[in-house]
């Protein structure tokens, strides 16, 4: 069965310094990779997404970038965070089902705080 | 352009009693509809999804969605509330490898 794991699970981190949180995908191949930000409240921001190694699109502009070195590896990251850069960071991926549409499964989740 | 409502930003109801969250969409084409729960800390669990045939789709925990077309609707329901559903509640349109979600039903449930 597919897995999906993110760490770390908590960060606390310092105006300015940099950032990298991982994604990996276990037990499926080729699949769709996504970054989400969650604020305190809202609803789900989509901030990155890839359909392949390489390939990222990025919906929103900002501080933060992403990268997929491997098929099942989604890494996001900044070179200086910012206050703004808090939240709840969701990583998420989908398959496309035979004669149906994406699915889309999330990680757990990297709370970051940035004071 | 795409979009996703969820009108209901917070609900309360009592444990046993019956709930409904509702969803609106603006799609232009069939849609691919899901309902998602997040516990506070932890990351969204697909609760249901329809994409096809019947219109009433079962989930898990009890979970029930109907698509109604004409309302461009898919609300979530479930007969009686347990303490745990407690939670956030998404609502999501898929299309191909993009999804849209609605901003979200907080649901508190009272003893």
């Known amino acids: 069965s597919q897995t999906i794991h993110q760490w770390p699970a908590t960060l606390v981190q310092p105006v300015g310094s940099p950032l990298s949180l991982e994604c990996t995908v276990e037990?499926?191949?080729?699949?769709?990779l996504y970054w989400y930000r969650q604020a305190a409240g809202r609803g789900l921001q989509l901030l990155f997404y890839s359909v392949g190694i390489g390939q990222i699109s990025s919906e929103v502009p900002q501080n933060l970038s992403a990268s997929r070195p491997q098929d099942r590896q989604f890494i996001l990251s900044s070179k200086k965070l910012l206050l703004s850069d808090s939240g709840f960071y969701l990583c998420?991926?989908?398959?496309?089902?035979?004669?149906?549409?994406?699915?889309?499964?999330f990680g757990p989740g990297t709370r970051l705080t940035v004071l | 352009a795409q979009s996703v409502t969820q009108p209901d930003i917070h609900i309360t109801v009592s444990e046993g009693a019956s709930l409904e969250l509702r969803c609106n969409y603006s799609?232009?084409?069939?849609?691919?509809l899901f309902w998602y729960v997040q516990s506070p800390g932890q990351g969204l669990q697909l609760l249901l999804k329809?994409?096809?045939?019947?219109?009433l789709v079962q989930g898990i925990k009890g979970f029930e969605a109907e698509f109604k077309r004409s309302q461009s609707s898919f609300n979530l329901r479930k007969p009686s509330v347990h303490w745990s559903d407690a939670a956030e509640y998404f609502c999501?349109?898929?299309?191909?490898?993009?999804?849209?979600f609605g901003t979200g039903t907080s649901l508190t449930v009272i003893p």
């Open positions: 799609y232009g084409a069939t849609p691919y």
């Open positions: 999501a349109v898929g299309y191909g490898n993009q999804f849209y």
């Open positions: 998420a991926w989908s398959v496309q089902l035979a004669g149906g549409p994406d699915t889309q499964y």
């Open positions: 329809y994409f096809s045939g019947d219109t």
């Open positions: 037990g499926t191949s080729n699949p769709n």
